[in-house]
């Protein structure tokens, strides 16, 4: 059986997820990555996974073909997410279930299976959930109530598993990104991301998978948040 370790991603396709892909591939690592659109990749040590992270199907796929090609599994980062901003009684049902569906039940159908997976095998691991500064630092011109909620359980998760399976070799952690220059920012330019950060920085996904990368690298770490927000959780 190969050595090589294994990581799953999820929203993997544009943005921060397809930057994690080149960071982990850099690191050596090979990649299952998933999103309901992502493409095959013409890299041998890349299988793409298409599917809707809400579906716990698409969960057990992941796993199954993470085992199947490569036999094991080291780390899983729950970076896919939907993010809803709008003022709180404009929230539909439809809004609500969307966000508790991909951010909440996405995490819990894979991060289950995975972590179980990881105790079979007996030798650690490590899952890193992508949340976002606004669950600590809100901002009153981006009301994003679904979003603290469903993120926010995420970052409450991240501890809570931490110290469960700190004993056996799991480590969890989180990394809380300020306004990154990605698709999902729906049109603001950089210069309009950087000013919402104190050191007037715009975010960028190297910024963020470098972030990830260092709580990959760090045996130590665990139950940690990574604030990659210019300083916004600090203060204004």
Request: cysteine-free.
């Amino acid at each position: 059986m190969s050595t090589q370790k294994v990581v799953i991603i999820t929203g993997a396709s544009q943005g921060i997820g397809a930057g994690l892909v080149e960071a982990y591939r850099r690191l050596g690592y090979a990649v299952v990555a998933n999103s309901r659109s992502i493409k095959p990749s013409d890299d041998p040590s890349v299988i793409a996974v298409a599917g809707d992270i809400a579906d716990p199907g698409t969960a057990e796929a992941l796993v199954s073909t993470a085992l199947e090609r490569f036999g094991r599994i080291d780390s899983l980062v729950n970076n896919a997410g939907i993010f809803t901003a709008k003022p709180f009684t404009d929230f539909t049902a439809q809004d609500y279930q969307d966000n508790i569906d991909i951010n909440i039940g996405g995490f819990f159908h894979l991060t289950q299976r995975v972590i179980t997976r990881l105790l079979e095998q007996g030798d650690g691991g490590h899952i890193v959930n992508v949340t976002t500064t606004l669950v600590e630092s809100a901002n009153s011109g981006i009301p994003s109530v679904l979003a603290s909620v469903t993120k926010g359980g995420l970052a409450a998760a991240t501890k809570s598993l931490a110290i469960e399976y700190a004993e056996r070799g799991i480590r969890v952690n989180a990394v809380s990104p300020g306004f990154i220059d990605t698709p999902i920012q729906g049109g603001a330019s950089p210069e309009q991301l950087a000013q919402l950060h104190p050191n007037k920085r715009t975010g960028t996904v190297d910024d963020i998978a470098k972030g990830v990368v260092y709580l990959e690298q760090s045996p130590l770490v665990t139950g940690e948040f990574l604030h990659i927000d210019g300083g916004l959780s600090a203060g204004r």
